[in-house]
């Protein structure tokens, strides 16, 4: 039986697994396991699996599997949580934390409220912009601009920026009523994409408030995505049409993010929840 507990944030959920506490054999199938638990109606549904692991570099470590079974390198909303669990069930009482994942050490603060992890605010490092001309010091107002046509004929313009995952990064005029689950999966597989790529469709609503739905390469469209609020924030922050501190409204709730302009680091806060714990048959 594998003990998991559920946890979201801003509905981007993910069952976690914690390998400090309970020890598995070496060659569990985790990205197997992911697949099985992440269906919806037929398992625990989730949007993957995220694996609180031992680290030798820092307090703790992620690993985090997608829906599908593939392997991704950082998780804003899932690290959030991570945090807050490490945190309530005394794994590592360190107040800020540091996360070890694919995309490097991660330092993480943590806003209690009667003791309990209220918010999370993550260090999510210099974002990386593309063609790498374009990264001086990640602050540079250049335009990137990167123009993809799809084989239907329909074009979009946008960026393409790594925050601890690849992200594109496109403006869209009525986000509500935008077709992602259409055009998502075609620009995540879109041959400028080799390793696929997470896609961000933004509404720029006015200097301090960005709109945002995105479709996450391995788990479909998800109700909000820590990465992608980071690249939002990119997007339209280089473009001039924002500040440097905004609100990313996604369809779970809202995040803060802040691109500070004299570390070049960007900052993401927002809330994380433990919803439930139990046991599951899996093969192990």
Known sequence: MLQFTKMHGLGNDYIYVDTISNRFPPNTNWPAIAGLLSQRRFSIGSDGLILITPSQVADCGMRI???????????????????????????????????????????VSLILKDECVDLVEVNMGIPKIFPQSHETNGLNRAEPNIRLTLENGQSFEGIFVNTG???????????????????????????????????????????????????ERGSKETLACGTGACAALVYAYIRGKVDSKVTIVLRGGEL???????????????????IYSGFVKVPL
Not at 68 to 97: F, T, W
Not at 257 to 264: A, E, F, L
Request: with cysteine.
């Open 165 to 215: 995952v690849p992200h594109f990064v496109t403006e869209v005029e009525d986000i509500n009523s935008f077709p992602v689950k259409d055009i998502g999966p075609l620009l995540e597989k879109h041959k400028f994409f080799p390793d696929k790529a997470n896609i961000d469709f933004i509404h720029i609503v006015d200097h301090t408030t960005v709109m945002m739905r995105v479709w």
């Open 65 to 107: 599997f997608n829906a599908d079974g593939s392997e991704g390198q950082m998780c804003g909303n899932g690290i959030r949580c991570l945090a807050k669990y490490v945190y309530e069930h005394n794994i590592c009482k360190k107040n800020p934390l540091r996360v070890e994942t694919l995309a490097g050490i991660r330092d």
């Open 256 to 274: 803060s993010v802040h691109w500070d302009q004299t570390s070049k680091q960007i900052f993401m806060k927002g809330p994380a929840k433990e």
